[in-house]
């Protein structure tokens, strides 16, 4: 008898021990489906939320500025994206903080079985669009993403402050992230501004296409994809913040040392039965895909790009950043 009360009382301790566990905050994640979120992919998948007592709802979404929709009607509280739009959320009164990076200098521009040709060796971009429209007798047509986003900034970016390109030899068209990856398989468009894994996808379906610009090239030290907060999500819980960015430091030294090992979580969630694990290995290692966690390193380069927004009329006015990047918890991992 002794020794079933002995039994049941440890039972019940482990039980308690347990508890915790059990005991799952939800967080709800929007993302958009590129590498750049693959940490939150890792920390989801690999089961370190759960240990840290958080359940990720994630959610996909198209674009950055349709993600800012969401945190402004409180149904978001962890938006992994680019940064540019949360400058605009800011602007309309959304409380939100950027606590890490994720990566940097994403974009891309591809050029299309139409229009690479043009795209040789020592010849300048601007000319290359010049004797597409010569030939052709219309603009080359680029996809990207709505206006506001980081796509769309490079891009205008790339072809006005770079290339100095004729308004007049391309038009910009703005569409969704998988809108853009079918326009240019098609050849409804000429280019589009990508990323990872589309730019290893499109290349291999189809090797006439050519990537003619890197992130640096368009835009340097192009500020990318963010893990950012909302302000009522980081007064409530600021243990979970801190889990989720310590998760993203440990995703990236993953994916940096060990792809191999990273790349069927990637898979599991961007790849949705499409794309196999292999293409994602390929695209983790490729020049296009930088990842890093510090948010201090983007805080510059993001400066910059939201005067170019102001310039170009995506952005009303330069909003203050004093607020919108928290360093305090990518300070503390490395403690």
């Keep these: 008898m002794r020794f079933l009360t002995h039994l049941a009382a440890a039972a019940l301790g482990l039980a308690s021990l347990a508890a915790p566990a059990l005991a799952q905050t939800q967080v709800r994640v929007g ?63 959304i409380d939100v ?12 521009v591809a050029a299309g079985p139409k229009l690479s040709p043009y795209f040789k060796e020592g010849v300048k971009p601007a000319d290359a669009l010049k004797a597409f429209r010569a030939a052709t ?10 206006p506001g986003s980081v ?53 291999q379906r189809n090797k006439a296409i050519k990537i003619v610009a890197l992130g640096g090239e368009m835009f340097p030290d192009q500020p ?3 893990l950012a907060v909302s302000g009522d999500f980081l007064k409530k819980n600021p243990a979970g913040v801190q889990a989720l960015v310590n998760g993203v430091v440990r995703a ?35 020049p296009a895909s930088k990842f890093a966690a510090n948010p201090m390193q983007i805080v510059e380069a993001t ?11 995506t952005l009303d006015k330069d909003v203050p950043l004093e607020g919108l990047f928290d360093p305090s918890f990518f300070e503390k991992t490395k403690k």
């Design 31 to 93: 993302i958009i489906p590129v590498l750049g979120t693959s940490p939150i992919l890792i920390i989801d998948k690999e089961g370190w939320a759960k240990q840290a007592g958080l359940d990720l709802k994630i959610t996909t979404f198209e674009s950055g500025p349709l993600m800012i929709q969401a945190l402004a009607s409180g149904t978001l509280d962890v938006y992994v994206a680019g940064v540019a739009p949360l400058g605009v959320a800011r602007s309309k009164g």
């Design 252 to 286: 990236i030294d993953l994916i940096k040392t060990d792809p191999q090992k990273a790349a069927p979580s990637i898979e599991a969630a961007l790849g949705k039965g499409l794309i196999d694990t292999d293409t994602i290995i390929a695209a983790l290692k490729s």
């Design 137 to 146: 007798g219309k603009p080359a047509r680029l996809a990207t993403q709505p």
């Design 224 to 226: 990318g994809t963010v």
């Design 151 to 203: 796509p769309h900034t490079t891009l205008v970016h790339w072809l006005q402050e770079v290339t100095k390109a004729d308004k007049a030899d391309y038009e910009v068209v703005p569409m969704g992230i998988d809108a853009t990856q079918n326009a240019l398989l098609s050849g409804a468009v000429d280019g589009a501004t990508i990323r990872e894994p589309t730019d290893t996808i499109v290349q």
């Design 97 to 108: 903080r950027v606590v890490a990076a994720t990566a940097v200098e994403e974009m891309t």
């Design 303 to 313: 400066k910059k790009m939201q005067a170019f927004q102001v310039s170009i009329g």
